[in-house]
């Protein structure tokens, strides 16, 4: 027998052993807790989802390849590092011996890094090295020093240490106990047991608390997920901060589809990932589009040019993080339906429309369909109808409603990816409050990489949603568009509006718009454009 015949029969002979050891699901939720470990981190060590493990934990399913193997020698190896408790001798019921309460270890929290040294740098711009020893921050050994030559992981970017579970205080020594047979007592009639009130019973969760409760662990466990990545790259980048954000950008989409999917083991909608797609969402060659307009905008006010001579103040304004804030949309979760006329529009379904549209009489304004020269009917998302039909409701009077001709559609939610959206969110506002640049910008990558390859693209295989991607294009073009409005409303001139984030106007912006780089705030746009920051423009002869 060859020596590749024999390795093969000891890895069959080494599975078929963990296979017969294979503890009960209580067991293994036992020993990953006593371990401290995370579902998050068992399933990324043996490269399977969170709610795969909680399912194996449960004993809904049994461990299965490809990610059995791994499972079965990480149980065997925390088995040995946490045996089961023995259970007590029968002799000794009933003899415990006094033992010190011992308190619960609260889970440890890291200080913030603005209280910290600052990481030291040598003069190439690499962190300085020295002793490996604890960080004085999360205690895990690092040899990256801070400024007072002290052990810290580079710029602070320490995973938060799990919870403990509190060390067995040793048994006070206690004399030897002999038992001496109780006198016998007299027969008596036992005594009528007292009525004692029932203790009211526990207020149980209800279902919404439940599912938020559950998405709270799961927001918690996913946010580990980023924070640890950036700790690795910068490790293995040894501090340099360009090498580590260059190697977050290129693992940005599987990172961004593994928190996806994490992001859905407590959601209540399933979804198809590859549903079979009428011809207007195929594209008829790689460099040809589908038929679908998302009615991205290039508006410019036709009574203002950079040309003419004037003094007309202009800034030019940027909408923080658009297409993240543009996840919060009504996605078709299932398989796209056909139908005529409008009976495909309803508040509860989305996808495509055919559409002719009404005309748009306000050159003050961008039109709500971009800038479209062709005119006729078109298809277009279900974003951009909703905004038209908002816009033709008596609220605005701005336009008349569009002839929907056709649709195709599907039972859609508008919180779809609401949950990847707040996990991607507040690690973005974290990264803002601490000045992590490399957070912040392996956040952009993610959630701008997740929308572009979720179409038609070689990038990304676990998905195909052309409709989703232009869905989430066209609703934020439809959030920029009710900006410019609302400057209107308040009384600015809008001079341009581009894009999915620029929008350009005359007068007070701060008394409308907060001022900062949150989701819901606006910031001054700079660029090489001579439109950029804050410039002047003269109006034209009418």
Same mark, same amino acid.
């Given at each position: 027998?060859?020596?590749?015949?024999?390795? @093969?029969?000891?890895?069959? $002979?080494?599975?078929?052993?963990?296979?017969?050891?294979? #503890?009960?699901?209580?067991?293994?939720?036992?020993?990953?807790?006593?371990?401290?470990?995370?579902? +998050?981190?068992?399933?990324?060590?043996?490269?399977?989802?969170?709610?795969?493990? +909680?399912?194996?934990?449960? /004993?809904?399913?049994?461990?299965?390849?490809?990610?059995?193997?791994?499972?079965?020698?990480?149980?065997?190896?925390?088995?040995?590092?946490? !045996?089961?408790?023995?259970?007590?001798?029968?002799?000794?019921?009933?003899?415990?011996?006094?033992?010190?309460?011992?308190? !619960?270890?609260? !889970?440890?929290?890291?200080?913030?890094?603005?209280?910290?040294?600052?990481?030291?740098?040598?003069?190439?711009?690499?962190?300085?090295?020295?002793?490996?020893?604890?960080?004085?921050?999360?205690? &895990?050994?690092?040899?990256?020093?801070?400024?007072?030559?002290?052990?810290?992981?580079?710029?602070?970017?320490?995973?938060?240490?799990?919870?403990? !579970?509190?060390? %067995?205080?040793?048994?006070?020594?206690?004399?030897?106990?002999?038992? &001496?047979?109780?006198?016998?007592?007299?027969?008596?009639?036992?005594?009528?047991?007292?009525?004692?009130?029932? #203790?009211?019973?526990?207020?149980?969760?209800?279902?919404?608390?439940?599912r938020a409760q559950s998405s709270a662990r799961a927001q918690a466990e996913t946010n580990t997920l980023i924070t640890g990545a950036v700790h690795e790259e910068l490790e293995r980048a040894e501090g340099d901060a360009d090498v580590a954000l260059q190697a977050l950008v290129k693992r940005a989409i599987p990172d961004v589809m593994r928190l996806f999917e994490e992001t859905r083991a407590t959601a209540r909608y399933q979804y198809t990932a590859y549903p079979s797609l009428p011809d207007i969402?195929?594209?008829?060659?790689?460099?040809?589009?589908?038929?679908?307009?998302? +009615?991205?905008?290039?508006?410019?006010? #036709?009574?203002? @040019?950079?040309?003419? #001579?004037?003094?007309?103040? &202009?800034?030019?304004?940027?909408?923080?993080?658009?297409?993240?804030?543009?996840?919060?949309?009504?996605?078709?979760?299932?398989?796209?339906?056909?139908?005529?006329? @409008?009976?495909? &529009?309803?508040?509860?379904?989305?996808?495509?429309?055919?559409?002719?549209?009404?005309?748009?009489?306000?050159?003050?304004?961008?039109?709500?369909?971009? %800038?479209?020269?062709?005119?006729?009917?078109?298809?277009?998302?279900?974003?951009?109808?909703?905004?038209?039909?908002?816009?033709?409701?008596?609220?605005?009077?701005?336009?008349?409603?569009?002839?929907?001709?056709?649709?195709?559609? @599907?039972?859609?939610?508008?919180?779809?990816?609401?949950?990847?959206?707040?996990?991607?969110?507040?690690?973005?506002?974290?990264?803002?409050?601490?000045?992590?640049?490399?957070?912040? /910008?392996?956040?952009?990558?993610?959630?701008?990489?997740?929308?572009?390859?979720?179409?038609?693209?070689?990038?990304?295989?676990?998905?195909?949603?052309?409709?989703?991607?232009?869905?989430?294009?066209?609703?934020?073009?439809?959030?920029?568009?009710?900006?410019?409005?609302?400057?209107?409303?308040?009384?600015?001139?809008?001079? +341009?509006?581009?894009?999915?984030?620029? $929008?350009?106007?005359?007068?007070?912006?701060?008394?409308?718009?907060?001022?900062?780089?949150?989701?819901?705030?606006?910031?001054?746009?700079?660029?090489?454009?001579?439109?950029?920051?804050?410039?002047?423009?003269?109006?034209?002869?009418?």
């Amino acid at each position: 027998m060859s020596e590749g015949q024999l390795d @093969s029969v000891e890895a069959l $002979l080494e599975e078929a052993r963990l296979m017969a050891w294979m #503890p009960s699901p209580v067991e293994r939720l036992r020993l990953r807790e006593a371990a401290g470990l995370s579902r +998050a981190q068992v399933a990324a060590a043996v490269g399977v989802g969170r709610q795969t493990v +909680a399912n194996w934990e449960s /004993g809904e399913t049994d461990p299965q390849p490809p990610g059995r193997g791994k499972y079965l020698k990480l149980l065997k190896g925390l088995a040995e590092i946490h !045996p089961a408790p023995t259970p007590e001798a029968p002799g000794n019921a009933g003899i415990t011996a006094p033992q010190a309460p011992v308190a !619960p270890t609260a !889970p440890q929290s890291l200080p913030a890094a603005a209280e910290l040294p600052p990481t030291a740098f040598r003069p190439d711009g690499l962190v300085v090295q020295g002793n490996p020893e604890p960080c004085i921050r999360c205690g &895990v050994v690092t040899p990256f020093k801070a400024t007072d030559g002290r052990s810290l992981h580079p710029g602070a970017m320490c995973q938060p240490p799990a919870a403990t !579970p509190p060390a %067995d205080t040793p048994r006070a020594a206690t004399p030897a106990v002999t038992r &001496v047979p109780a006198p016998a007592a007299p027969l008596q009639p036992s005594p009528t047991p007292a009525r004692v009130p029932s #203790p009211t019973p526990a207020r149980v969760p209800s279902r919404p608390q439940r599912r938020a409760q559950s998405s709270a662990r799961a927001q918690a466990e996913t946010n580990t997920l980023i924070t640890g990545a950036v700790h690795e790259e910068l490790e293995r980048a040894e501090g340099d901060a360009d090498v580590a954000l260059q190697a977050l950008v290129k693992r940005a989409i599987p990172d961004v589809m593994r928190l996806f999917e994490e992001t859905r083991a407590t959601a209540r909608y399933q979804y198809t990932a590859y549903p079979s797609l009428p011809d207007i969402l195929h594209k008829p060659s790689k460099r040809e589009p589908d038929q679908i307009w998302e +009615a991205r905008p290039n508006f410019h006010h #036709p009574h203002y @040019s950079l040309k003419a #001579p004037g003094n007309v103040q &202009v800034t030019a304004l940027d909408a923080n993080a658009a297409y993240l804030s543009a996840l919060k949309c009504w996605l078709p979760i299932g398989k796209l339906e056909h139908h005529a006329g @409008s009976d495909g &529009v309803d508040a509860k379904r989305s996808g495509v429309h055919l559409i002719t549209p009404a005309p748009w009489n306000h050159p003050h304004l961008p039109d709500p369909l971009g %800038d479209r020269e062709e005119p006729g009917a078109l298809w277009i998302t279900d974003a951009t109808l909703r905004l038209l039909l908002r816009l033709s409701g008596p609220k605005y009077g701005l336009i008349e409603a569009p002839t929907v001709h056709e649709s195709w559609t @599907s039972g859609a939610t508008e919180n779809f990816l609401d949950a990847l959206r707040k996990v991607l969110a507040a690690a973005r506002e974290t990264a803002l409050a601490q000045d992590d640049t490399i957070t912040e /910008g392996y956040v952009k990558a993610m959630y701008s990489k997740f929308i572009s390859t979720m179409g038609e693209s070689i990038h990304n295989r676990e998905i195909q949603r052309p409709d989703w991607m232009h869905i989430i294009h066209s609703q934020a073009y439809a959030n920029l568009w009710g900006k410019a409005y609302k400057a209107h409303q308040a009384g600015l001139e809008v001079i +341009a509006m581009m894009g999915t984030d620029e $929008l350009h106007v005359s007068g007070d912006w701060r008394q409308v718009f907060t001022e900062g780089r949150g989701l819901t705030q606006m910031k001054i746009k700079h660029s090489d454009a001579k439109a950029s920051g804050e410039y002047s423009v003269g109006q034209v002869a009418r």
